[in-house]
Nanobody, 119 residues
Framework: QVQLVESGGGLVQPGGSLRLSCAASGIFFSISTMGWYRQVPGEGRELVAE???????NYAGSVKGRFTISRDNAKNTVYLQMNSLKPEDTAVYYC?????????????WGQGTRVTVSS
């Protein structure tokens, strides 16, 4: 069974930094695009950043220049370094990954990790 497990969320003051991690485990052949999304209550899930298997990246305009997405293919892990955090970055952050398993190729989601930016 494939799993994505996030870690690294928490409470941080405005202007601070956090690093989120998301590790994939289970039986699978490959991972292509990995990404981070976020969601606040009452709103839909929005893309924060994504990184392809070839390490091309794409960012939401609101985080460009402040957040950096990276991946370690040897560890099947994607990271999100978040700097200069603002209160409006407060959300539950979810990672996802498009993975090829024995039976299918589809996108898997983690359980989410909460980030709160507040003084």
């Amino acid at each position: 069974q494939v799993q994505l497990v996030e870690s690294g969320g928490g409470l941080v003051q405005p202007g601070g930094s956090l690093r989120l991690s998301c590790a994939a485990s289970g039986i699978f052949f490959s991972i292509s695009t990995m990404g981070w999304y976020r969601q606040v209550p009452g709103e839909g899930r929005e893309l924060v950043a994504e990184i392809t298997g070839g390490s091309s990246t794409n960012y939401a305009g609101s985080v460009k220049g402040r957040f950096t997405i990276s991946r370690d293919n040897a560890k099947n892990t994607v990271y999100l370094q978040m700097n200069s955090l603002k209160p409006e970055d407060t959300a539950v952050y979810y990672c996802n990954a498009r993975m090829r398993t024995l039976t299918s190729t589809r996108t898997y989601w983690g359980q989410g990790t909460r980030v709160t930016v507040s003084s």
